[in-house]
């Protein structure tokens, strides 16, 4: 959980907070193997950086997550964007990769679901 997550998930947060009107949501699902440090290291990321509309889960199993997500095991991220029903984007991003052009890249995606 670095600086360009954070960025991420605060552009988002403003996307869906801008967007509640066209029924925008978002979910931020933090996986790992030791689900009770996962759920700690999730509210503690909440807080820290004010995340006021994007819901912060813990999936059980959390390690990669349901399986009908089919999430990537060589992904360390995975943002996966929906219009309805349909995913129209996804963002597998490899461990350490997530970089401010990849952040750009997403956000773009997110903002373009409501024009």
Known sequence: MDDNLASLVKQLDKIVGA???NKAASVVNFLGEET???ITS???FGKQHKV??????V???S????PSFKVSEQAELTVMLYKGRRIVSNHAVAAGKLDKKKVD???KDATGLFK
């Open 19 to 21: 967007n509640k009107g």
């Open 36 to 38: 009770d440090d996962v």
């Open 42 to 44: 999730a509210k503690k």
């Open 52 to 57: 006021k509309n994007i819901a912060l889960v």
């Open 59 to 61: 999936p059980r199993p």
């Open 63 to 66: 390690f990669n997550g349901p």
């Open 105 to 107: 890249a997403i956000v």
